[in-house]
């Protein structure tokens, strides 16, 4: 009996000790974070508040400033000193240590990543401002994603939109000269996408015609839908189906990847009907 109270006594005691570890985990991955933090806040550029990031420009007397605001700058703007070219070793190996949070952490993003990682997933973070989706237009607006319809609705009213899953999509005088875009709005499945058609003076006169939809949406939500392309005409067909891009993603990149209906000119007249170029269009959820 006394063995047995022993052992239950002794289990008592494993079990307040394995609870330990966990407790003291817990508390130095928040000490952890918090210490991450103090670290991140060294490097913040006193003019701009960004990362001063490698490589790292100090003063005469050790304050740092950040790369684009020191090519601004003559003197040091905290202690008014000329500003030289002394790199400061010590904080360069100490940033290649620290966790930095995204750029756009305040508008949701969560992440946190080593300064060699951080221009690459800011190009790319889903949290970062839209810019406005019309190609080929001097419009510099940028917000949120909520914003965009609103924006393209009171500022590019000549955009027509169109209600369905499968619509034409009707470009019209394709024999205009010079670069030329044709945009219009489709609206299906409680989504909004835009659809484009480009064309593009190559060398020596050669025109290239580009057609992509777009979702007004994520990349997320993009792969939720897939869409055809479709040219018509006297016992012609010609097709292209693919994911939506997101408008985060922009038509230049598709363009520059091929990941879209491209033709050129003379498939364009075999198609065209006056001039005019229509499209067939169908938009499916996956």
């Not at 580009?210 to 897939?226: D, H, M, P, S």
């Amino acid at each position: 009996m006394s063995l047995s109270r022993q052992t239950s006594s002794s289990g008592k005691q494993r079990q307040h000790a394995a609870a330990a570890p966990a407790n003291t985990a817990a508390a130095l991955a928040a000490a952890g974070s918090s210490n991450n933090q103090d670290l991140a806040s060294l490097f913040e550029c006193p003019v701009c508040f960004d990362y001063a990031l490698p490589p790292i420009m100090q003063c005469q007397s050790g304050h740092i400033v950040c790369q684009s605001c020191r090519q601004k700058l003559n003197l040091c703007p905290t202690c008014r000193g000329p500003l030289g070219n002394i790199r400061n070793l010590a904080m360069e190996k100490v940033a290649s240590t620290v966790m930095f949070p995204c750029k756009y952490s305040n508008s949701g993003c969560p992440v946190t990543l080593l300064h060699t990682d951080k221009t690459d997933h800011e190009d790319i973070c889903e949290h970062r401002p839209y810019c406005c989706p019309c190609p080929g237009a001097s419009c510099k607006w940028q917000g949120s994603l909520e914003a965009v319809m609103n924006h393209l609705m009171q500022q590019h009213k000549s955009i027509t939109t169109l209600q369905g899953e499968d619509i034409v999509f009707l470009a019209t005088d394709i024999n205009l000269p010079g670069a030329v875009d044709w945009v219009m709005m489709q609206s299906c499945f409680g989504h909004n996408f835009m659809l484009v058609l480009e064309k593009q003076e190559k060398m020596e006169g050669q025109q290239m015609f580009y057609a992509i939809v777009q979702l007004i949406g994520t990349r997320k939500q993009a792969e939720n839908f897939a869409y055809r392309l479709e040219l018509n005409g006297h016992r012609r067909r010609l097709s292209w189906e693919a994911t939506p891009r997101s408008i985060h993603d922009g038509v230049q990149s598709a363009i520059a990847a091929s990941d879209c209906l491209v033709f050129d000119t003379n498939i364009a007249i075999l198609f065209a009907d006056h001039g005019n170029l229509g499209i067939n269009v169908t938009i499916s959820m996956c």
